[in-house]
């Protein structure tokens, strides 16, 4: 199906465990990104991209790895989960140049870290 | 530090009323987007205002910005059930979007 999806939906695992989540696009989106949603903190950005092969940190990215071997996929990466990494992370994508204009948002990946 | 902060965080009203949300910014915004969100879904975009601006009209939405003021507003004229959910409005600065935490809003049947 066209659009951003993200996988898995819901995950829990344990603390010191890697996991990671994966992002996928379908419209060829020059920039991706990925934020944590927590109550009473709105969106905070990990990591972006704007290209394959191009990533940068965003507000929160200890403890988080990202890697874009391909223009439609990004994947994030909890290299040893911690209990405060429990949060509803979303990718998004934006096909903008000069800018970041309107993001497309996938479902989210509810992660608890037990 | 937050750039878009919504007020009020939760706002509830009957349905055929008009809601209306702010947000305040801190710092110069080359644009501002509204978003919403439904109950455990990704956020969906509703509207970009440039800062050059002053409003914007979309369906049953109306946007406003005031740069001097740095603020913006959002309308939602005839609420129907289905508008209920969050509502953000993060402002572009220097390639980023930064995001408040949020109006709540639930439209009553």
């Known amino acids: 199906d066209a659009g951003i999806t993200q996988s898995p939906r819901y995950k829990i695992t344990e603390t010191g465990r890697q996991v990671t989540l994966m992002c996928h696009q379908t419209w060829s989106h020059s920039y991706m990104f990925w934020y944590r949603q927590d109550l009473g903190h709105g969106l905070r950005l990990i990591y972006y991209s704007a290209a394959a092969d191009i990533t940068d940190k965003g507000e929160v990215p200890d403890g988080y790895v990202v890697s874009r071997s391909k223009t439609e996929n990004f994947p994030l990466t909890l290299e040893s989960a911690t209990r405060s990494q429990t949060s509803v992370y979303f990718c998004?994508?934006?096909?903008?140049?000069?800018?970041?204009?309107?993001?497309?948002f996938g479902e989210g990946s509810r992660l608890t870290v037990l | 530090s937050q750039q878009g902060e919504e007020d009020p965080q939760a706002l509830s009203i009957q349905e055929g009323e008009n809601a209306t949300m702010n947000c305040s910014y801190k710092t110069s915004i080359n644009n501002l987007q509204w978003y919403r969100q439904n109950s455990g879904r990704g956020l969906v975009h509703l509207i970009l205002?440039?800062?050059n601006e002053r409003e914007k009209h979309s369906g049953r939405l109306r946007v406003t910005l005031d740069t001097s003021k740095k603020s913006s507003s959002l309308l939602i004229t005839a609420s129907r059930a289905a508008d209920t959910a969050s509502y953000f409005c993060p402002g572009e600065s220097n390639y980023q979007l930064i995001w408040g935490a949020g109006t709540k809003l639930i439209i009553k049947p």
């Open positions: 998004a994508s934006s096909g903008k140049t000069g800018g970041i204009g309107e993001l497309f």
């Open positions: 205002i440039r800062s």
